[in-house]
């Protein structure tokens, strides 16, 4: 393989900026002595402006309305007074997994009880609505996963 | 344009509030972007207006939960990417788009405010542009609306499809290249004002 293949195998991720400073380094000495490569670089960043110079689609002009309407129809209350009740129920979630573990763990065992995940019916809580509120919450502070039961609890007494 | 003016903070904290008619701001200001975002992805036209509503209606609804108002733009593209693949699990939605329903779509308008760039090529340009790019992978008309439509970077490309930024580059890098042989013709024209 000449050096010009090698140089042209990583062009186009030199010319979106996605090389280390060493490696473009190497391909900056090449492109001082190959015409032809620089002339390849220079038709990739042409193409990089074409693009950036196309216009995106609009929505049809009528989706506007009908966003209005189903956001009409989803009144809420302030972010304060959500997030004041999420924490104040995450702490009520917390001391009742307390108190079922501690009846679990302390319960002589009973072969013929139902088994303990049936203790909790499914939620809905992966329905489409309820997960992207645990991603906006996910999103704001990505580690917090306490999210998800607070946000669970949120539902439940909404429900 | 930058992204910033497109959704100031104090725009989405307002909406955030509850506020409908910042909303309905924030929905003009980022429309065009998820619109096409989500029809790079989906071929059906109905389905991608219909994945754009509810692209919004969910960010409504989840709104109050979103902490850092400069993530917003991001946040959308994630919402609407989990809907594109809800519906592509669901066999609903198919991803091949057929290069000329992308450039002639006739449900869809050019952005009603072009910046002097987007002005200075001509319509024929933009749909052999727009053509091109219906070639490439879904995953790659993806990132290539989102990195050049919407002038998000690269990191925030990756949080919104929860991929590491070495990819979304990866894919850049390739869908560059292949746009740079569908475009040559284009490319050489030195009539062609960028």
């Known amino acids: ?159 | 344009m930058n992204r910033e003016s497109r959704t100031p903070s104090d725009l989405v904290a307002r909406a955030r509030a509850g506020d409908v008619v910042a909303f309905d701001a924030l929905y003009l200001s980022c429309q065009a972007g998820i619109y096409s975002f989500i029809r790079s992805q989906v071929r059906e036209e109905e389905l991608a207006a219909d994945l754009t509503q509810q692209t919004f209606v969910r960010a409504w609804e989840s709104l109050p939960r979103l902490k850092e108002a400069g993530a917003f733009l991001g946040w959308l593209h994630r919402i609407a990417a989990n809907l594109v693949r809800d519906e592509v699990k669901s066999g609903r939605a198919r991803l091949e788009v057929i290069a000329s329903e992308m450039a002639d779509d006739p449900l869809a308008t050019p952005s009603t405010q072009p910046g002097p760039e987007e002005a200075a090529i001509s319509a024929g340009l933009q749909e052999a542009v727009w053509a091109a790019i219906a070639e490439l992978s879904a995953d790659q008309r993806g990132v290539v609306v989102m990195h050049h439509l919407e002038d998000m970077s690269v990191a925030e490309i990756a949080r919104a499809l929860g991929v590491r930024p070495g990819t979304v580059m990866s894919r850049l890098a390739r869908a560059r290249e292949a746009l740079r042989k569908r475009l040559s013709g284009y490319l050489e024209d030195s009539d062609v004002k960028l």
């Open chain 1, 1 to 159: 393989m000449s050096s010009c293949d090698r140089i042209r195998e990583q062009l186009s991720l030199y010319a979106v900026g996605g090389l280390s400073r060493r490696a473009r380094s190497g391909i900056e000495r090449h492109l001082r002595s190959c015409p032809a490569c620089a002339s390849e670089l220079t038709a990739l960043a042409r193409t990089g402006d074409l693009l950036g110079a196309i216009a995106p689609r609009s929505a049809p002009a009528a989706l506007l309305e009908s966003v209005r309407r189903e956001i009409l129809a989803r009144p809420r209350p302030p972010a304060g007074t959500r997030l004041r009740r999420t924490w104040r129920l995450a702490l009520a979630t917390t001391a009742l997994a307390v108190l079922v573990a501690g009846g679990i763990f302390l319960r002589p065992h009973q072969p013929s009880a139902p088994p303990v995940a049936t203790a909790f019916e499914p939620t809905d809580d992966d329905t489409p609505a309820a997960m992207e509120a645990h991603l906006a919450a996910q999103w704001s502070t990505p580690l917090a996963d306490e999210a998800a039961v607070g946000l669970r609890m949120i539902d439940e007494e909404g429900g």
